[in-house]
Nanobody, 121 residues
Framework: QVQLVESGGGLVQPGGSLRRSCAASGRIVTIYAMGWYRQAPGEQRELVAAITSGGITNYANSVKARFTISIDNAKNTVYLQMNSLKPADTAVYYC???????????????WGQGTQVTVSS
């Protein structure tokens, strides 16, 4: 009933920037929070950044000085501005929508398809 569509991944040089977006669509009433997770080769999936509909943010320590998350509640869209990218940021990034309530009274977490971000010269 709900889909998350990601955009903005790709290849970037060290020190460069990317802007990601993730749009939730469907019969959505409310979303508690949206965010981004990533999984690098040989690593566990980890939270990168999350934001509630009220604007409360949470960042991984490794990115908090470089990444900025924002949300447009009217569009059910979350954005991740990634600056000063490092090779260690290379991973598949997944959008997440936490505690989505739909018109069918569902209360479910949803995931995007995952998009590769590669930081390399």
């Amino acid at each position: 009933q709900v889909q998350l569509v990601e955009s903005g991944g790709g290849l970037v040089q060290p020190g460069g920037s990317l802007r990601r977006s993730c749009a939730a669509s469907g019969r959505i009433v409310t979303i508690y929070a949206m965010g981004w997770y990533r999984q690098a080769p040989g690593e566990q999936r980890e939270l990168v950044a999350a934001i509630t509909s009220g604007g409360i943010t949470n960042y991984a320590n490794s990115v908090k000085a470089r990444f900025t998350i924002s949300i447009d509640n009217a569009k059910n869209t979350v954005y991740l501005q990634m600056n000063s990218l490092k090779p260690a940021d290379t991973a598949v990034y997944y959008c997440n929508a936490d505690r989505v309530i739909t018109s069918a009274h569902m209360f479910i977490d949803y995931w995007g398809q995952g998009t590769q971000v590669t930081v390399s010269s």
